[in-house]
């Protein structure tokens, strides 16, 4: 393939001309200048004034090129510079990195978008909400870059320049949006201990964060510790004398350890004497 598309190069490129009579160096470049190229793209080879264009490469074209210039008036020959051309078989896919996980509050993230190991291309960007279809967002923009202050989804591919052909998509980039309201988590009973069998039954710290929508939430809010014993605790009864003389009486205490939190109830022998009250 090599020889035989240098052969029609030499024949496409007869009529170089040459100045004052010398034969002058002929270069020869590829455009897309690029040091892969792949399946289905064209690639124009440029050697002098001419220009051959060879249409949707595939990866017997690999190989070295090689452009002869003559001189119209004399034998004198001049040989290009050897040009590699590397087709890959496989289209590329584009990345999406971005700065950030999220958007902070007010402010903005940059997404980059990359082909891998290639260069020539420009981008186009897309982005997708929960209630809508895929929509261009920037299209063949110079820059590989796209600034964003809105949460979202989003991907690109690329696109060479001066040409019709892309890469394959990116992989879907999810990118929150930090709102600026703040969560809190409270306990429904503010007790300084739960026990086994309590409503809260497990131990450890817990967080939050609030989300308005798929791409918009709080930041996560400060860590609750939560301390659960296994042990239900036992109740003290201490008297304030031990007999009850003629019409006296005798005060009887209830407590728990942190007693603040405990209501109680009353028991005598078989009958529940029903009571909030710790003394009696």
Same mark, same amino acid.
């Given at each position: 393939?090599?020889?035989?598309?240098?052969r029609?190069?030499?024949?496409?490129?007869?009529?170089t001309?040459?100045?004052c009579g010398h034969?002058?160096?002929?270069e020869?470049?590829?455009?897309?200048n690029?040091?892969?190229?792949?399946?289905?793209?064209?690639?124009n080879?440029?050697?002098?004034?001419?220009?051959l264009?060879?249409?949707?490469?595939?990866?017997?074209?690999n190989?070295?090129?090689?452009c002869?210039?003559?001189h119209?008036?004399?034998?004198?020959?001049?040989?290009?510079?050897?040009?590699?051309?590397?087709v890959s078989a496989?289209r590329?896919?584009?990345t999406?990195?971005?700065?950030r996980t999220s958007?902070?509050?007010?402010?903005?993230?940059?997404?980059?978008? /990359?082909?891998?190991? #290639?260069? *020539?291309?420009s $981008?186009?960007w897309?982005t &997708?909400?929960?209630?809508? @279809?895929e929509?261009?967002?920037?299209?063949?923009?110079?820059?590989? /870059?796209?600034s964003i #202050?809105? *949460?979202?989804? $989003?991907?690109?591919?690329? &696109?060479?320049?001066?040409? @019709?052909?892309?890469?394959?998509?990116?992989?879907?980039?999810?990118?929150?949006r930090?709102l #600026?309201?703040?969560?809190?988590?409270?306990?429904?009973?503010?007790?300084?201990q739960?026990?086994?069998?309590?409503?809260?039954?497990?131990?450890?710290?817990?967080?939050?964060?609030?989300?308005?929508?798929?791409y918009?939430?709080?930041?996560?809010?400060?860590a609750?510790?939560?301390?659960?014993?296994?042990n239900k605790?036992?109740?003290?009864?201490?008297a304030d004398?031990?007999?009850?003389?003629?019409?006296?009486?005798?005060a009887?205490?209830?407590s728990v350890?942190?007693?603040a939190?405990?209501?109680?109830?009353?028991?005598?022998r078989?009958?529940?004497?029903?009571?909030?009250?710790?003394?009696?």
């Amino acid at each position: 393939m090599g020889h035989s598309l240098l052969r029609m190069l030499s024949l496409f490129l007869l009529n170089t001309l040459l100045s004052c009579g010398h034969t002058e160096y002929a270069e020869l470049t590829f455009e897309p200048n690029s040091t892969t190229l792949y399946s289905g793209e064209n690639v124009n080879l440029t050697c002098g004034i001419n220009v051959l264009r060879i249409p949707e490469l595939t990866p017997d074209r690999n190989g070295d090129y090689q452009c002869i210039a003559h001189h119209n008036s004399s034998e004198e020959n001049k040989r290009s510079n050897r040009a590699t051309l590397s087709v890959s078989a496989h289209r590329p896919r584009a990345t999406v990195r971005a700065s950030r996980t999220s958007i902070p509050v007010g402010g903005s993230l940059t997404l980059t978008c /990359s082909v891998e190991e #290639s260069a *020539g291309w420009s $981008y186009d960007w897309f982005t &997708r909400s929960p209630d809508a @279809d895929e929509t261009a967002i920037a299209t063949n923009p110079v820059h590989n /870059s796209l600034s964003i #202050s809105q *949460g979202g989804s $989003y991907w690109c591919r690329g &696109r060479r320049t001066h040409s @019709d052909f892309f890469s394959e998509k990116s992989h879907v980039h999810h990118i929150d949006r930090t709102l #600026s309201n703040r969560s809190f988590v409270v306990l429904q009973h503010n007790w300084t201990q739960i026990f086994s069998g309590e409503t809260i039954s497990v131990s450890g710290e817990y967080w939050c964060k609030a989300r308005a929508d798929w791409y918009s939430s709080t930041e996560w809010s400060e860590a609750i510790q939560l301390r659960v014993t296994p042990n239900k605790p036992r109740p003290r009864l201490t008297a304030d004398n031990t007999t009850i003389t003629g019409k006296g009486s005798v005060a009887l205490t209830c407590s728990v350890e942190n007693a603040a939190e405990w209501r109680y109830d009353w028991f005598r022998r078989t009958s529940r004497i029903c009571s909030s009250d710790p003394k009696i």
